[in-house]
Nanobody, 124 residues
Framework: QVQLVESGGGLVQAGGSLRLSCKAS????????MGWYRQAPGKEREFAAR????????LYADSVKGRFTISRNNAENTVVLQMNSLKPEDTAVYYC?????????????????WGQGTQVTVSS
């Protein structure tokens, strides 16, 4: 069993930055591919970013590419989403995700574990 706890959400003006962090416990972190998904009010949960087990490969949604960066620290069991140049349309609850898939995918159907979510609000 894996527990994921997110932190770092909040309110920021458009053009600003936020840094989300996810701490994992309960299983070998290095065996998990990690990711971030988000859900805006009235919309379905959508993919934002993924990172493979070793941190050598990443995948981004087109909507965040060039503005968001995902990274991980396997020694500290953490994954970070650095979000720059934020836009009002980035407003959503952001969820940390983990699974043991070997190939990075945008699909959420393969995710085994979810965090509780952290709210990000970007004002215009």
């Amino acid at each position: 069993q894996v527990q994921l706890v997110e932190s770092g959400g909040g309110l920021v003006q458009a053009g600003g930055s936020l840094r989300l962090s996810c701490k994992a416990s309960g299983s070998a972190f290095g065996s998990l591919a990690m990711g971030w998904y988000r859900q805006a009010p009235g919309k379905e949960r959508e993919f934002a970013a993924r990172i493979n087990r070793s941190g050598t490969s990443t995948l981004y949604a087109d909507s965040v590419k060039g503005r968001f960066t995902i990274s991980r620290n396997n020694a500290e069991n953490t994954v970070v989403l650095q979000m720059n140049s934020l836009k009002p349309e980035d407003t959503a609850v952001y969820y940390c995700a983990a699974d043991r898939q070997l190939v990075l995918s945008r699909e959420s159907s393969g995710v085994d574990y979810w965090g509780q979510g952290t709210q990000v609000t970007v004002s215009s």
